[in-house]
């Protein structure tokens, strides 16, 4: 157990040896551009979760990476006349950069040229082959390199992709098949038994009538274009991009000492690709004899006017303009308060501006400001709450829902979780204005507040890491001192 959460309270913390561990992954994303608010919004939903099972003792593993041996991400680097791995190298450090910036603390980030993945990746498909799960055919059908998806005629909208609304590409050629149908039944029965393996209940629901309206094989192989995996069996074809991208996860846990991380618990997605992580990457797993992971996550889209984001309409924001609006950790708040984990919700810079304005630096900046200054200038009695004890003397703590934000935090939801600390940064500021301690120097109070900010600091920590290391500073001795504004307001 770690010091910093010694004297936390109600929640339940592991001992050092019986640690739980928790395993945490946001899709690899692919390196054909800079990364966006859509990366963003999944990679730091997964921080934020990595931090809350931080917080709890556990030991936490948190993957995410780069989707590199895809042909969107050739068609990209051939587009700019820049030779591939340079241009996947450069990219894979955008996002890298991204993540630093936005005080992402993953545990490792891989690529899915990575050496080890790629031998994972050739032992997989030899295992899966030798079964009997992969044979030859010819693949007639539809192509969307947007989605690197196949479609079938009547999945398309006017012969174009429902997502990306571009043209699909009528593909023929020889292909190796995965034996999907052959999992029909056995995918079925999983969902059945687990209530949870798919979340929301609502995206459960769709996937579970698509599986039981039945399952094609899946073409996992093309002719080699000169980039991707070669499939060992065939060194004229290569591995088809999500085959290989899923198999991130697994491989990612076969490096030394990592081992006991896998099943993953959550796979984060997004619901355009839930249908390969709840139904395409079990079945692998399934065929390969392997345990399946606890729980895919699909959340929703951010969206510009009601649509999705897209670079062709100009509707689309990358991370260094979301960072330039009010600051990394003010980006990171807005996400999760703006709406729902698993909806869709529609981004505007204004409302990150008002947030900015209206809840950091008027509520939560505000009232570490005056309580740091009356603080300062009256000090604070902490004989009254100095033990353990002290939870249930601090009346003003005590409205704290820490209970209630576990229970979110379990069931993923983010934003509610969020919710209930800034229910309570305003009830500690109404706690101001009601006691109106610089009129009677109660000590007290100005202790119970003190020890309230102290104590919900590392779940402020969760949300905006910058913010709660400056607050911790500030509250860290007896001493205090009026805090610097830790929020500056912005002008729209
Ligand atoms: N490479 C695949 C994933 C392979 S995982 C084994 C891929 N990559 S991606 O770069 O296209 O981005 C993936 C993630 O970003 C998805 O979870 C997707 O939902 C998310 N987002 C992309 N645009 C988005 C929004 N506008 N809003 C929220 N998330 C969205 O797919």
């Known amino acids: 157990m770690t010091k910093k959460i010694k004297d936390f309270h109600s929640i339940k913390f592991t001992g050092k040896f019986d640690r739980k561990k928790f395993y945490v992954t946001t899709p690899i994303y692919y390196p054909n551009d800079i990364p966006h608010v859509g990366h963003a919004y999944t990679t730091i939903a997964a921080d934020i979760l990595a931090r809350w099972h931080k917080l709890k003792g556990e030991d936490v593993f948190f993957l995410t990476g780069t989707d590199e041996n895809a042909k969107k991400v050739f068609l990209a680097a051939q587009k700019k006349g820049i030779p591939i791995k340079e241009f996947v190298d450069k990219l894979s450090g955008d996002f890298k950069n991204a993540w630093e910036k936005l005080s992402i603390d993953y545990s490792r980030f891989i690529r899915t040229t990575d050496e080890n993945h790629v031998k994972e990746v050739i032992k997989i498909l030899e295992k899966t082959h030798k079964k009997g799960d992969i044979y030859k055919g010819f693949y007639e059908g539809y192509y969307c390199i947007g989605c690197e998806a196949y479609y079938t005629e009547k999945d398309l909208e006017d012969g174009c992709c429902p997502i990306h609304k571009t043209e699909a590409e009528l593909m023929k050629e020889e292909s190796y098949f995965f034996k999907l149908s052959k999992y029909q039944k056995k995918l079925l029965e999983h969902y059945k038994k687990n209530p949870n393996f798919i979340l929301p209940r609502k995206r459960a629901k769709e996937i579970i009538n698509r599986v039981k309206g ?25 591995v088809y991009v999500w085959y290989d991208a899923l198999t991130n996860y697994y491989t990612a846990t076969r490096e030394k000492g990592k081992e006991k991380f896998w099943p993953a618990d959550l796979h984060l997605v997004g619901k ?9 990457w079990p079945a692998m797993l399934m065929s390969l ?12 889209w951010w969206t510009f006017d009601k649509e999705k984001i897209s670079k062709s309409r100009g509707k689309i924001i990358n991370v260094d303009e979301l960072i330039s609006i009010a600051g990394s950790d003010s980006i990171r ?88 600390i800034f229910e309570f940064l305003h009830l500690c500021n109404e706690y101001v204005q009601e006691k109106k301690p610089w009129e009677t120097h109660d000590k007290k109070v100005l202790f119970e507040l ?20 400056k607050i911790a500073k500030i509250f860290k001795n007896d001493k205090i001192k009026k805090a610097e504004i830790l929020f500056k307001k912005i002008e729209k």
């Open 214 to 238: 039945g399952l094609n094989d899946l073409s996992i192989s093309r002719k080699d274009y000169g980039w991707g995996i070669k499939i060992p069996f065939d060194n004229t074809h290569v």
């Open 272 to 280: 355009d690709i839930i249908w390969f992580h709840a139904v395409i």
């Open 289 to 300: 004899e392997i345990k399946l992971p606890k729980t895919v996550f699909a959340h929703g």
């Open 333 to 420: 708040y807005f996400l999760f308060r703006e709406g729902n984990f698993g909806e869709d919700i529609d981004f505007s810079k204004e409302k990150v501006i008002e947030r900015h304005n209206n809840e950091l630096a008027d509520k939560l900046g505000n009232l570490v400001s005056r309580v740091s200054a009356l603080a300062e200038k009256y000090g604070i009695e902490k004989a009254i709450t100095h033990t353990h004890r002290a939870n249930s003397q601090n009346k003003l703590f005590n409205k704290f829902k820490a209970k209630e934000i576990e229970k979110h935090f379990d069931n993923f939801e983010i934003d509610k979780a969020l919710n209930l």
């Open 450 to 469: 003190v020890d309230s900010i102290r104590k919900i600091n590392p779940y402020l920590g969760i949300f905006m890491p910058q913010t709660s290391q």
